[in-house]
Every structure is written in structure tokens, then in C-alpha cells.
């Protein structure tokens, strides 16, 4: 992903408005809407870092636990007939379906890095 800035573990868009000239954003992958802007580079990270750290703040203060925005876990529908084959893969080579894909994940990763 391009045009991206990161704080604290959360990663946050960065767009143009030309109509506004105004750079802005918004916190991505969590559903609460954390969003900031700038006229340019810096004041748009400083927004950034502000809005992450007002959110970490706001949750502290209602007692409740900030969305993180990778659990580490996800469900992936992938049809029956390649559900078989994998599980078929997966027990020839004597290790957990999950640790399959776990390891095409990571070299699909390696690969995109």
C-alpha cells in the first residue's frame, strides 16, 4: 500500500483533496473513524499522530480497550474443492491445515516485500 503513515501500530491513509488544497486521511483496518488533515506533509503527520493519540486517550477515559487493527486471526472462503486439496496438502505433509497456509502466507509476503 502506498501514501501511508504509521503511529503506534496503526496505519493511516494519506489523500489530496484539490478542491480543499488540504492533505487529510483516516485511520485504516479498525471501524472506529479516526481522521486528520494538513496543509502539508508535516502538519498532516503531526494531525496523524495527534488524532491516534486523542483515540488512545478517549479509550483510557471510557475504560474501554482500543481496537487494534490486526487481530492475527481472519476467516478466508476459499470453496470446497480447494478447501479439499489444501486439507489432502496440508495432511501429507503431516502438519495442521493452518500451518499451510500460514507458510504460503509468509512466501507470498516474502514475495510482495
Known amino acids: 500500500m502506498k501514501n501511508v503513515m504509521e503511529h503506534k501500530g496503526y496505519t493511516g491513509s494519506v489523500e489530496y483533496s484539490d478542491e480543499d488544497s488540504v492533505l487529510f486521511g483516516k485511520v485504516q483496518f479498525i471501524r472506529a473513524l479516526i481522521s486528520y488533515e494538513g496543509k502539508d506533509v508535516e502538519s498532516l503527520r503531526q494531525d496523524f499522530h495527534a488524532a491516534v493519540e486523542d483515540y488512545l486517550l478517549m479509550c483510557i477515559e471510557k475504560n474501554i480497550t482500543p481496537e487494534q487493527p490486526f487481530k492475527g486471526s481472519f476467516n478466508v472462503r476459499v470453496g470446497r474443492d480447494l ?8 495432511a501429507r505433509r503431516g502438519v495442521s491445515l493452518n500451518s499451510l497456509i500460514v507458510a504460503a502466507l509468509e512466501k507470498e509476503a516474502r514475495h510482495a516485500s
Open 83 to 90: 478447501h479439499r486439496q489444501i486439507a489432502l496438502e496440508a
